[in-house]
């Protein structure tokens, strides 16, 4: 791929990982997020889908990883969603399953640069995560009992340490994604209000007073780690 561009320095554009086992509600919140904060939707598994369409080397070659629950290499996922952000024209991004694992991570950090303001972790057992893809029904070759399968191991293998990661440097915000879909957007909605006021108010104190971009993005810590796929 071409070189796709930056944002300008010193613009400050916010960013939300949004991370979680195949078929925890990852896009279905984002969708509410959308509607109620104002963030940009971008699925890391939506821009592949498309980009797997094109007849090319590399649309076969995603296809073809896709379809075996397999991540494409981090440097192309990281110069999609790079592109697909500056298209936007807006300052604020849900990345939805991103960072996959811990080359993903680092790929992002050396070619992006924008410390993510939290990470949202929907934590839900793999038994629920089986029944919701395999009721599902939208079509995707990845929707069958194998891949789901290896979806699962790759994200415990892979996407568990990003998480801890973030768990660690008191980034990660987790919600209990077994809940119903409503019950879920509660939870999210009251972190996302948290970061709303904070950053407000860090934009209205005095420049000498306002708090360094980490403390002012940060709402408090998820719970310590009781989830289901975390033990
Ligand atoms: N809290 C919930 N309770 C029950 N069903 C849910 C809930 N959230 C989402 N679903 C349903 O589960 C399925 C998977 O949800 P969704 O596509 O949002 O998950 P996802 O994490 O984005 O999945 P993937 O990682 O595979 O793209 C959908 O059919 C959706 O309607
Ligand atoms: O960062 C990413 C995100 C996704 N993939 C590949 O896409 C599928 C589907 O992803 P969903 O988020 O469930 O839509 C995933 O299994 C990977 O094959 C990726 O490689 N890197």
Redesign the pocket.
Known sequence: MDEVGSFPPGKKIAVVFVIGG?GSGKGTQCSMIVKQFGFTHL????L?REEAKSDTEQGTMIKN??RE????PSEL?VKLLLKAMLQSGNDKFLVD??P?NEE?RQAYESIIKIEPDFVLFIDCPKEELERRILNRNQGRD?DNIDTIRR?FEVFQESTLPVVQYYEKRRKLRRVDGAKSADAVFKDVKAIFTQLNTQNEASATASPHSRPTTAAAGNPSPSSPASSCVLL
């Open positions: 195949p699925s890391a598994g939506d592949l990883l896709m629950g397999k991540l494409v996922i399953g991103f996959r993903n990845d979806r």
